[in-house]
């Protein structure tokens, strides 16, 4: 009975050894995992943009100066032709844009490595166009007049040599802006068009069209000069072979006289 006791003391004594031991070797565990798994590295957030939205706000029915705009009929836009900011892959420094033909995208450019990427439709065959320029000009609601060239091809146009007023169906739709090389018109337009199920198509003389909500947020991006690359793809390749001298198919008869012009 005398030893009962002592024996118990002798236990206590032991577990509590050991239960410190124990604990001792979870703090060291502890605190080696600590000091050896890194922190995962902060993710960047993408470039916030208040014009963004979901697609249906984006292409909803709007006035603009005056003009009634209809919704673009986005369930039956491909998704990949909306409006949106992505990584750049054009390599170019911010504020300049580039049209790529091969997949009918234009990209303007923007800081920290991403563009804003929009839908377009080119022109024809036989009125394609690559090379570069530069967006010298720019008119909202541009009044479109046919160049004799177009009345001659297509003589229902006659009714317009003195221009058509601007609205929703013409062909220059909400916004145009004017490129050009070395001081001249190339007759190249980025302009916004009625017929938005012809993007991601070759539809039109020469020029870039698109939606007429796009081309109104394009417009409000540029206030001056802006560099323009048109290139039949993006590869090495494609950035050399964009250099040309030719002008583009004529759209319209030249730079209105009310436009602004760009510095």
Same mark, same amino acid.
Not at 235 to 259: F, L, Q, W
């Given at each position: 009975? @005398?030893?009962?006791?002592?024996? @118990?003391?002798?236990? @206590?004594? %032991?577990?509590?050894?050991?239960? @410190?031991?124990?604990?001792a070797a979870s703090v060291a565990l502890s605190a080696c *995992? *600590?000091?050896?798994?890194?922190?995962?590295?902060?993710?960047?957030a993408?470039?916030?943009?208040?014009?963004?939205?979901?697609t249906a706000s984006m292409y909803a029915a709007r006035t603009d100066e005056g003009y009634q705009l209809p919704a673009i009929p986005v369930t039956k836009l491909d998704p990949k032709f909306v409006r949106q900011i992505v990584d750049d892959p054009t390599g170019e420094k911010p504020g300049t844009i580039v049209v790529d033909v091969s997949e009918h995208f234009l990209y303007l450019v923007r800081d920290g490595g991403k563009a804003i990427r929009y839908g377009v439709s080119l022109g024809k065959a036989g009125f394609g166009w690559t090379g570069s320029a530069v967006v010298q000009a720019r008119k909202k609601w541009p009044v479109w007049t046919p160049p004799p060239e177009m009345i001659q091809r297509r003589p229902e146009l006659a009714k317009y040599k003195d221009g058509m007023p601007p609205g929703p169906q013409s062909p220059l739709g909400a916004r145009a802006l004017y490129l050009f090389r070395d001081g001249k018109d190339t007759m190249y337009r980025l302009h916004g068009t009625p017929e938005w199920d012809s993007i991601g198509k070759n539809a039109s003389s020469g020029c870039v069209r698109f939606m007429n909500q796009d081309i109104i947020d394009l417009y409000s991006r540029v206030n001056g000069v802006a560099p323009v690359f048109v290139?039949?793809?993006?590869?090495?390749?494609?950035?050399?072979?964009?250099?040309?001298? %030719? *002008?583009?198919?004529?759209?319209?008869?030249?730079?209105? %006289?009310?436009?602004?012009?760009?510095?």
């Open positions: 009975m @005398s030893d009962i006791p002592l024996f @118990s003391e002798r236990l @206590s004594r %032991r577990a509590f050894l050991g239960a @410190s031991a124990l604990g *995992t *600590t000091m050896d798994v890194a922190p995962p590295p902060p993710v960047a993408p470039p916030s943009d208040p014009a963004f939205g979901d290139r039949p793809n993006l590869s090495a390749a494609g950035k050399i072979s964009a250099v040309s001298n %030719r *002008t583009a198919e004529p759209i319209d008869a030249g730079v209105p %006289r009310d436009a602004e012009m760009l510095k």
